[in-house]
């Protein structure tokens, strides 16, 4: 007889209720058609979820240097570690997966060791919806059921699927209702759009600047021609666009942003805010986790570890076993490594690696968008694997801390950051690689994320046609991929998935003049016909 | 009266939930289909349990059959030997022919399952529904998709 529990999904903080059950041989998703917030619907992350519980690859002991330790030993060598590093050369970084009591607990286990490197490594541009702009309410679900004038910025419908129903039931309740959407890719969620601006890759801030102060006559400092030409729109569709979304107009704003989109994170984040303050509308920030930044950035983090003053580095989240190259590549620097992980590292990761209960079979505590949420634990925990907490406990005792929220941004500020952003642009040639976050694609299970999408122009300058191989070579990687014509990316530029870390690792990091925080943009690549199939896309080699 | 899947093509975003559900179910086997319409629209294929089944009529072994009290189109996965007639002679596409575990993949509305089909279920948008056939209430497909496409347009 099977049993059904049900939680809180965790994939991303649109918060719906899922089910899962167990027949005492394998754990099957279930529907809670009751949920306020998704009556039951779940997107193919939420559809995942089971896999993950008892996926063959699931690490279930504690691996040094790739192979089989206990947990006694991995013990003893964290304190061995800790000592030698002593708390001035301990880092702690987290990233995806970690919930808010998680986090705070993490800040208070820094506080009592008293090590000065605490950072979020979730480079991902979405965290940048922690930078808020003064003034500006947040959505509601009854706001975005009532909307009458909807602006999306970027793919909201891939980040949250199941957030998007609401919007197209709005969207068809009346005929006079409008939806806008600001992407750089014509996208699934582009068809549905009464006026789709299409911008220049990483240039959405300025045309939503450019947005913004049509809305609001009285933003000083925005050159409305200047901003829709640096974005590559006209006038008159930025035009169309504020009229649809007058304020008197109820509605709501939302913002998405995906890695290798974005080169303007914090800038993005605050325009788009900017833009339902000139609206008068409330904003949502769609995004998979809510992370604060942390008190060490990670870009300062990085230079700490190249400067060789990181003796010892213990990394929580889901990015650091699979993405060690792109995110790190100075962390050979650091003599020992301690990281969590879900699944066994493939290929294998120096240093200690920990096997850490999934997001299903713990409890916690998080965020989403229409409020805080509880998750309880549904499955039993993996063989082997051990708690937060417990892996916590290997390096000291500590109770959780409060986090404090970034301060408020004013406009005047944004008006500065995007000054400084205008004058930093520069034209450029040559083809831009952008990427794409689709739903389906998590892990990597559904969806190997194998195809780049071509022009078709590009295509008959290339000479290549559906399923044949182009080879692409960015800044520090390689990779080759099968083709897909579609009319999905404007001409000179190219997209594949980033959920996949071959894939991801095409993007170098960056950082922004801003803020100073690591930035992961469209890359600059050389792309060539690959006579035959040169291998498996999952065969990225570092250049 | 028999139910079936239908597609609200308005409200489809094409986030492929229905393949995951059902991928998540059968073990790896998606049983419905997608088909790519120009850059921004997207099709969920799903078998339609025909009145007069082509896939059934090319089956060499008699391995797929209609239930005559569900109007269910049936295939014994045990039985299959994978010769792909029935995706050859489907004139939807909804029969992959790509084999799992060297059987074909076949729809069976979710039989197991007394509240119906996962992807259904899980339909983020609600663009698939499970609906009686000729239900009055049967819900208008595809409306506001030709209003924003201009192939669709009158001009």
Known sequence: MSTTRTTTCPFC????????????????????????????????????????????????????????????????????????AGAG????????????????????????????????????????????LAG????????????????????????SPVASWRMLEARYADRKNRLVVVDSLRTRQSGFAHVFVQVRPG?????????????????????????????????????????????????????????????HPA????????????????????????????????????EAVAAGKVKMLFWTGGLYPGSYHELMPELDKVEHRVATAIFVPDPPIPGLVLPLTAELERSSVGGSYWGEVKRAPVASPFSGSRGFADVLGLLGRAEEADVAAPKPESVEAVIAMAAGAVAAERASDGWLLVGEKKAIGIRGFFDDEETILVNAADAGRLEVDDEDYVAVKGPVAEAAFQV???????????????????????????????????????????????????????????? | ??????????????????????????????????????????????????????CAAACPFDVIRKDKETGLVLRSSFHCVGCRSCALACPFGAIDTRLLRRASQKCSLCSDRTEGPRCVTSCPTGALQFVEVGEPGEPRVGVGYAARHANWRRP
């Not at chain 2, 995951?20 to 969920?44: H, N």
């Open chain 1, 136 to 159: 500006v309410e947040d959505a509601t679900l009854e706001d975005v059921q009532s909307a009458k004038a909807m602006l999306l910025v970027g793919d909201v419908f891939n980040t």
């Open chain 1, 13 to 84: 903080l649109n918060g719906c209720t899922s089910g899962v059950s167990f027949d005492g041989y394998q754990y099957r998703m279930d529907y809670a058609v009751d949920a306020h917030v998704n009556r039951g619907r779940l997107c193919p992350r939420g559809n995942s979820a089971s896999i993950v519980v008892d996926h063959p690859k699931r690490l279930s002991y504690p691996l040094l240097d790739g192979r089989e330790t206990t947990w006694q030993q991995a013990g003893e060598l964290v304190r061995q570690w800790l000592r030698a």
């Open chain 1, 89 to 132: 050369g301990l880092a702690i970084v987290y990233s995806r997966g970690r919930a808010a009591d998680e986090v705070r607990r993490l800040h208070g286990l820094a506080r009592e060791l008293g090590t000065p490197y605490l950072a979020c490594g979730h480079v991902e541009p979405e965290n940048a919806f922690n930078h808020r």
């Open chain 1, 267 to 302: 800038l993005h984040s605050l325009a788009s805010q900017l833009v339902a303050r000139a609206a008068k509308k409330p904003f949502t920030g769609f995004r998979e986790t809510a992370l604060p930044f942390g008190p060490t950035g990670f870009s300062s983090l990085r």
């Open chain 1, 203 to 263: 240039t959405e801030p300025f045309a939503l600047l450019a947005l913004a102060a049509l809305l609001d006559r009285r933003l000083s400092g925005v050159d409305v021609d200047r901003h829709a030409a640096l974005a590559g729109v006209e006038r008159g569709l930025l035009e169309t666009a504020a009229k649809a979304l007058e304020p008197k107009t109820p509605g709501f704003v939302g913002s998405a942003m995906h890695p290798g989109r974005v080169r």
């Open chain 1, 484 to 543: 897909h014509v579609s009319g999905q990316v404007p001409p000179g530029v190219l997209c594949v998935g980033t959920n996949v870390h071959r894939n991801r690792a095409l993007f170098p990091l960056g950082v922004d003049p801003a803020t100073g925080e690591t930035v992961v943009g469209p890359a600059r690549v050389e792309v060539e016909k690959a006579g035959v199939k040169v291998g498996p896309a999952s065969e990225t080699r570092a250049v």
């Open chain 2, 1 to 54: 009266m028999a139910k079936r899947i239908v597609l609200r093509m308005d409200y489809c975003i094409g986030c492929r939930s229905c393949e995951a559900a059902c991928r998540s179910r059968f073990k790896g086997e998606a049983r419905i289909r997608y088909g790519e319409v120009g850059a921004t629209v997207f099709l969920p294929l799903s078998c339609r349990h025909c009145e007069e089944p082509l």
